[in-house]
Every structure is written in C-alpha cells, then in structure tokens.
C-alpha cells in the first residue's frame, strides 16, 4: 500500500509540473496572438492597395507577362505547403499537410508533376520521414513570420515559374496555407498564386469599386515587371501572417485542453491517493483490533 501510495504522489507532481508548462504556453500563445492578429490587419491595407495597382493594369494594359499568362499545356506544379517549425498545436500541422496531400492527388490525378516547397519543421519532418523528394525548404519564422522570408520564398517560386529548364521549370504554382477565422475555427486552404490571378478583395464593397485609371511611365510592361514580384511577396506573406494567427489559435487551445486534463488527472490521482491512504489506515486499526483482541484471548486462557 506504502508503494502505491508513493507511486500515486509522484505521478500527482509529475501532473502539476506539466500542468505548469502547458498553462504557460496557453499564455504565451494568448499574448502573442494578439501581436498576430495585430500584423496581419496592418498588412492588410498594403496589400489590398497593391491589388488594386495591379488590377489596374492588367485590365487597362493589353502586356502580354510571363507572370500572368496561362501556359497551353500544364505539366508541372509547385506547391508551397505552409506547417508550423514546433509541436504541441493540436491538429493545425497535420490539418494543413493532409490538404496538401488532397491537393497532391488531384494534380496527379490531371496528369501534372508536383514539385514540394516546404515552410516550417513538422512539414519538413513529415515528408523527410516518407522519404519524398522536397525542393526547398525554410524553418525558424513559422509563428513570427518576416516579409524578408516571404520575400525569399516568393522569389524562388517566380524564378521556378519563369525558368526556361523543363526539369526545373513549372507551369502552376500552388500555396497551402492555414486561413485564421476566428480563435476556434481555422481552415486549411489553397491558393493558386500562379499564373496571377487577380482577387480585388473578400468583401463586396471591394469588389465593387471602380478602378481608377492610371498612366503608365515608362511603360505598361516595366510597371508589371515591378509590381507583380512584390505581389506575389505580399500575397505570401499574407498566407505567413495568417497561418501563424492560425498555429498560435491552435497552440493556446491544444494547451489549454492540456491544462484542463492535468487538472482532472490531478482530481483522480489524489482522490485514489486519499482512499488507497484511508484504506491503509483502516487495515492498520483492524490489524491493531485484531491484536488486541488476540493478547486479550490469550491471557483470558491463561488465567
């Protein structure tokens, strides 16, 4: 009973010691959340003015770029899947690969090639661990994403777009990213980057404004040349912005639910702890009753 009582004690301060940790991440991805949220809103005018732009000219300009045109024949995509660097944030990693996964079949299933980018550890582990071919990939910003990376990965996309190799060169270029909605519902999406298309903007009141018309200096096709890599960056760092919101969501209420179990865990441990001990005492006073009445006995007989 003394073992099962010190066994019980030591997995209650095993419990609180971890309830301690998870309760800390659940605040550290509480407040940092916020910062989260915070980033993508003001990103968000930047690049719905930079959308307009470049609405804007490729409806009053007649360029032909290679960053718009759709190729005749689609052989080969590129798919950027977007996953967390750390654990300990539920379903969110595991959600966005099994979307890039569907994703994969479908491309296959139309006869296209597709080649891997990865962003983020748990994706990077996952595809390692099945042995599947990646591209290229990036770790260490996956819940404080920069525009530096979003910059850097966005180039390496476009220059893959636009290379004339056939065995490095691709026609489609997809991304998979988490969509924050709100703190209890984020949903896996895909986005075709590339060949641009062109959304002015999720609400209708967006949708429906008019263009303004613009000039073009020098010309139509050195304005695109300048615009559409830096909306490609913006478009990607808003799928950065968003599926970090996203992990850190997921993480504050994966932790949270860990919390609360350690919390039951702890309940159960300690009121087993308290009848195993108040099962002990009760045999130790029928033990002692027992003795009593043995030495009681026994010197009755022997008067």
Known sequence: MAASLR??????????????IT?????????????????????????????RAVS???TYSNVDHPLTTEPAESRRAAVLVVTSDRGLAGAYSSSALKEAERLGEKLRGEGKEVDLYISGRKGVGYYAFRQRPVVQSWTGFSDQPTYDAARE??????????????????DEVHVVFTRFKTMLVQEPTTVRLLPLEVVEGDSKSEVDDVLPLYEFEPTAADVL???????VQSRIFFCLLQA???????????????????EELIKEYTQTAN??????????????????????DANAGSE
């Open 7 to 20: 066994e019980l004690r030591a997995r209650i301060k095993s419990v609180q010691a971890t309830k301690k």
């Open 23 to 51: 309760r800390a991440m659940e605040l550290i991805a509480a407040s940092r959340i916020v910062k989260a949220q915070q980033r993508a809103r003001a990103a968000a005018p930047y690049a719905r003015e930079l959308t």
């Open 56 to 58: 804007a000219v490729a």
């Open 153 to 170: 990965i966005a180039d390496t996309l476009i220059e893959a777009f636009i290379a004339e190799e056939a065995d490095t060169a691709v």
């Open 225 to 231: 040349d300048a615009l559409l890599p830096r909306y």
């Open 244 to 262: 970090s919101a996203s992990e850190l969501a997921a993480r504050q209420r994966a932790m949270k639910s860990a919390t609360d179990n350690a």
């Open 275 to 296: 009848q195993a001990r108040q099962a002990g005492i009760t045999q130790e006073i029928s033990e002692i009753v027992g003795g009593v009445n043995a030495l009681a």
